[in-house]
């Protein structure tokens, strides 16, 4: 997207020069819930293998690997599974993305983030998250799409997206697709209790 920047290093999104909240930093909120009790070093070695995981499914997407080569299988042993329950997920729903690892700004909202995946799903355009972690919470997942869809559409409204996925990745080679109802009205009213908080000044 034009005027849009994302600092991988601090993971910071700028338009036009100006740095904006970012959808993982909005829903921080929600995390701190949702991650309870989860000790930080299974949360930062789940952060891994999230990282890795999208940044070999997007090659498979691409034709850069072949989960049959022993080389690539040596050099990814932790992750074979769940690019391989990625592999099967394209044999089932076999339309080439519209759009992989994409950034995207809502100037109308005012905040950032990455779309993982965006498709065809069963005849309708699909924005679809990627998950390798075993247990999901419903309610980030719901704000986490509702708020890609809303800054998708705003940017590409030839190609609204209708349908909104949690594609869950398991180390069994296996996928649940996993659809998240449209309620762009949910997001609003987090970001706009967001908001209200990250403005609450001291008395």
Same mark, same amino acid.
């Given at each position: =997207?034009?005027? +849009?920047?994302?600092?991988?290093?601090?993971?910071?999104?700028?338009?036009?020069?100006?740095?904006? &909240?970012?959808?993982?930093?909005?829903?921080? %909120?929600?995390?701190?819930? *949702? =991650?309870? !009790?989860?000790?930080?070093?299974?949360?930062?070695? /789940?952060?891994?293998?999230?990282? *890795?995981?999208?940044?070999?499914?997007? @090659?498979? @997407?691409? !034709?850069?690997?072949?989960?049959? &080569?022993?080389? $690539?299988?040596?050099?990814?042993?932790?992750?074979?599974?769940?690019?391989?329950?990625?592999?099967?997920?394209?044999?089932?729903?076999?339309? #080439?993305?519209?759009?992989?690892?994409?950034?995207?700004?809502?100037?109308?909202?005012?905040?950032?983030?990455?779309? &993982?995946?965006?498709?065809?799903? @069963?005849?309708?355009?699909?924005? %679809?998250?990627?998950?390798?972690?075993?247990? %999901?919470? *419903?309610?980030?997942? /719901?704000?986490?799409?509702? /708020?890609?869809? +809303?800054? $998708?559409?705003?940017?590409?409204?030839?190609?609204?997206?209708?349908?909104?996925? %949690?594609?869950?990745?398991?180390? +069994?080679?296996?996928?649940?697709?996993?659809?998240? &109802?449209?309620?762009?009205?949910?997001?609003?009213?987090? +970001?706009?209790? #967001?908001?209200?908080?990250?403005? @609450?000044?001291?008395?």
């Amino acid at each position: =997207m034009e005027g +849009l920047y994302f600092d991988s290093d601090t993971h910071s999104y700028y338009y036009q020069g100006e740095k904006k &909240d970012c959808v993982s930093d909005i829903l921080k %909120i929600v995390d701190v819930i *949702a =991650m309870e !009790g989860i000790p930080q070093k299974n949360l930062e070695k /789940a952060a891994e293998r999230g990282t *890795a995981v999208h940044k070999q499914t997007e @090659d498979y @997407d691409y !034709g850069l690997i072949d989960t049959l &080569d022993d080389d $690539w299988i040596q050099e990814n042993f932790e992750i074979v599974n769940y690019v391989i329950a990625y592999e099967n997920f394209t044999k089932d729903y076999p339309s #080439f993305p519209i759009a992989s690892e994409e950034s995207v700004y809502s100037q109308c909202y005012e905040f950032a983030g990455t779309i &993982d995946l965006v498709k065809y799903i @069963d005849g309708k355009i699909a924005i %679809i998250d990627k998950k390798s972690s075993k247990t %999901i919470s *419903a309610l980030r997942s /719901a704000l986490q799409l509702n /708020a890609y869809r +809303l800054a $998708w559409n705003e940017i590409h409204p030839d190609l609204k997206a209708d349908a909104l996925y %949690i594609l869950q990745l398991t180390e +069994l080679g296996e996928y649940r697709l996993l659809p998240i &109802d449209i309620n762009e009205e949910l997001f609003i009213k987090y +970001l706009s209790i #967001f908001k209200e908080i990250k403005g @609450d000044k001291k008395i």
